[in-house]
């Protein structure tokens, strides 16, 4: 079975400071890790994945990743954040041969001006 | 790519009613699936389809939910007999048929309401 455990339901911060968006899991076997944008209103869209090599996974609007093996974790970061990234982003863990990835419950990112 | 497309974006219905959503994928994308999201929390997995077949279904919600990809391109899920904890954002996604850790494409949702 596989989990994930997004630890801040919501992270506030100011413009131009930098983020993390925590995001832990659980597998039994070899995992596929990713993170997921939702505006208000809107579908989900990929912000980045990690299937295998680089720990570092760079992705869309300037974040990144890293995973980190030891610890289950595969936090996002961005070093300077726009009014624009305030939305809820999601981590995802997909594991073996499995096309159903587990959704965590999500963090909501507000920026503030 | 026209993206995935979701019909109606907002159903309202009374309870006891049946609904069914339509989903269009990604042309040429071999996978579809299905997710219910509530209030506060991640994409629930409900079905998924590679071409016409019916992969994966236990995690359907009850028996009052299905789903159908009859052609293997557009997608319905029908709810019977609604309830009103059946109200929810439901999510269609797509992907090409690739290594498990292919992308999926989410389309914007229909979000239902039971009264």
């Known amino acids: 079975a596989q989990s994930v455990t997004q630890l801040d339901s919501q992270v506030p911060v100011f413009e131009e400071a930098p983020v993390e968006l925590r995001c832990n899991y659980s597998s039994s076997v070899s995992v596929y890790l990713f993170w997921y944008v939702q505006y208000p209103n809107q579908g989900l869209q990929l912000l980045l994945k990690?299937?295998?090599?680089?720990?570092l996974v760079k992705g869309i609007n300037g974040f990144e990743a890293e995973f980190n093996k030891s610890q289950t974790s595969f936090h996002l970061r961005k070093p300077s954040v726009h009014i624009s990234d305030t939305a809820e982003y999601f981590c995802a863990v997909g594991s073996g041969g499995s096309y159903i990835p587990t959704f965590g419950r999500g963090t909501s990112l507000i920026v503030h001006p | 790519d026209t993206g995935v497309s979701q019909d109606p974006r907002h159903k309202i219905t009374k309870r006891g009613q049946n609904v069914t959503f339509r989903c269009d994928p990604i042309?040429?994308?071999?996978?579809l699936y299905w997710y219910r999201q509530t209030l506060g929390q991640g994409p629930e997995f409900l079905t998924y389809?590679?071409?016409?077949?019916?992969?994966?279904k236990s995690r359907l919600l009850s028996d009052r939910f299905s789903a159908e990809r009859p052609k293997g391109s557009f997608s319905t899920l029908e709810i019977q007999r609604t309830e009103q904890g059946d109200s929810a954002m439901y999510l269609c996604?797509?992907?090409?048929?690739?290594?498990?850790?292919?992308?999926?494409?989410f389309g914007p949702g229909t979000r239902l309401t039971v009264l």
């Open positions: 389809f590679q071409n016409e077949a019916q992969l994966e």
């Open positions: 042309s040429e994308h071999n996978r």
């Open positions: 996604a797509s992907s090409r048929d690739g290594a498990g850790a292919d992308t999926q494409y």
């Open positions: 990690y299937l295998s090599g680089s720990t």
